[in-house]
């Protein structure tokens, strides 16, 4: 595991490893379209959203939490790059998933996955961050290695693009997407995403272990929910 402790900023410490060309004027392509999961926005109202929280604000006064932890460190990046708890709402459900996003999930061909679903309200932003993947290490007791090398996350866009919705991946910014699009990127990519519209953004990820299945590995398709 890596020395954490000497790190003061997690986006600083990624670029010092050279993993990637940090250079935002690359036509770089950093991110892949997976398929189509049809009609997924008929399952919109089976959801029970949870209280809103934020990207920033935590952790609670009085909770004990690991300094050095990978959430942790990229809290600290997002609060000295000048984000604010206003600036970082959402509604992030992990718990409470309704079956039928649980079914779609399975069609994935991730194993052992995770699913979260996310409402981003308008003026919300989800900072420049990467994926840790860190629940579904957890639930899977992999290591650090083995979650870098072997698992995977499917961005699925739940709604048809709207004005000021935005996904951007790498140097690749996404829009005009159609409802139950798939994306996908490689482990550890840089993104942020950004709601500066007229209503609700509304995400679905799910995480877990890429196995031949996996729809990335298939050509691109529509399949009917």
């Given at each position: 595991s890596y020395h954490m402790n000497k790190i003061k900023s997690l986006f600083e410490y990624r670029k010092s490893l050279s993993d990637w060309h940090y250079d935002?004027?690359?036509?770089?392509?950093d991110y892949q379209y997976v398929g189509r999961f049809e009609g997924i926005s008929r399952y919109i109202h089976l959801i029970d959203w949870?209280?809103?929280?934020?990207?920033?604000s935590f952790p609670v006064d009085g909770e004990k939490v690991d300094e050095n932890s990978f959430p942790q460190l990229q809290k600290k990046d997002n609060l000295s790059w000048g984000y604010t708890p206003e600036a970082t709402r959402k509604y992030h459900l992990f718990d409470n998933i309704p079956?039928?996003?649980?079914?779609?999930?399975?069609?994935?061909?991730?194993?052992?996955?995770?699913?979260?679903?996310?409402k981003q309200p308008a003026g919300a932003t989800n900072p420049w961050h990467y994926d840790t993947h860190y629940a579904v290490g957890q639930k899977n007791n992999l290591t650090e290695d083995e979650i870098s090398k072997t698992t995977k996350r499917y961005l699925i866009m739940l709604e048809d693009w709207h004005w000021g919705h935005f996904v951007q991946i790498g140097n690749n910014v996404l829009s005009q997407w159609k409802a139950?699009?798939?994306?996908t990127w490689p482990f550890g990519m840089w993104h942020t995403s950004a709601n500066a519209g007229i209503k609700a953004k509304l995400t679905m990820q799910v995480t877990g272990t890429v196995s031949e299945n996996s729809l990335h590995n298939l050509s691109n398709f529509k399949i009917k929910v």
């Open positions: 935002p004027l690359v036509k770089s392509t949870p209280s809103m929280t934020s990207g920033v079956d039928k996003f649980k079914e779609i999930a399975e069609l994935t061909g991730l194993s052992g996955h995770t699913i979260a679903i996310l139950g699009d798939i994306f």
